[in-house]
């Protein structure tokens, strides 16, 4: 499996060794950096690529059961009514939230952990700049979002699931360093970008496998809408739901 512990070292050593040959041409150097600059990008963006950390992407079963995951919340617009069609239809979930909505809105982190769901931690800020912080800057902003979930629960979240997707050497170092089980997807659903319910019902129900993990996300309206849909349709085929934690036997909090 390529990971950045061993091409890097590699890139570097091939690297050097051209240098040092007297003549040598300049240009398989800069092919070599290129490749490894394109391998590290390639591992940052790809989030079951596990190339700077293994993250855990989907469980390993022949069972039909999947795992549906909602980000960035929680969100007084569409949690709540999230909360309403999970409890209907008696599906569990998982919620990765962002430690500042936490701090505006406590009460509905709650209501999310009292109906049954999982929390999980999506970083305090989730800034756009996340992944430029050193690795003592991230713990602090994970902490941070620790804080405020005990605070409201009293619990404090073992999962984590990187802000956007994104990994890198100084967040591998804070999640190993902060003991977190970090969990990604196997279905994006990319409902923050498609506003076509029917398409999006249709990507996601395309191809669903055992273990599979669902990425949405409690701050879109598509997602209200097609919620019910896509409950209703994979239990037509079989499958059940079951909280992350649980499909992946992992603990939920520390
Ligand atoms: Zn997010």
Known sequence: MLK???????SLVLMIAMLLIPGFPLWPVFLTLAVCIGFMAWGASQVSSNFFIDVICKAQTKE??????????PAENYTPQILEILQQHKVPAAFFCIGQRVEKTPELLVKIHEAGHLIGN???????L?????????????DMADITIDEAIGLKPRLF???????????????????????????????????D??????????????GDIFLFH?????????????????KEKGFAFKRID??????AYA
Request: charged share 25%.
């Open 64 to 73: 039909k059961i999947v795992a549906l995951s909602f980000d960035d919340g």
């Open 246 to 251: 649980e499909l992946l036997n992992v603990p």
């Open 161 to 195: 699931r990187p802000p956007y997707g994104v990994t890198n050497p100084m967040l591998a170092k804070a999640i190993k360093r902060k003991k977190y089980i970090p969990v990604g997807w196997s279905i994006r659903s990319m409902d923050t970008v498609t506003k």
């Open 130 to 142: 996340f992944d430029l912080n050193t690795t003592r800057n991230m713990e602090n902003d994970l």
């Open 218 to 234: 409690d701050t879109c309206a598509v997602t209200v809408k097609i919620l019910p849909a896509l409950i209703k349709q994979l």
């Open 197 to 210: 319910a029917d398409k999006l019902l249709a990507k996601v129900t395309k191809d669903v496998q055992p």
């Open 4 to 10: 950045s512990r061993v091409i890097w070292p590699i």
């Open 122 to 128: 999506h970083s305090y800020s989730h800034s756009t």
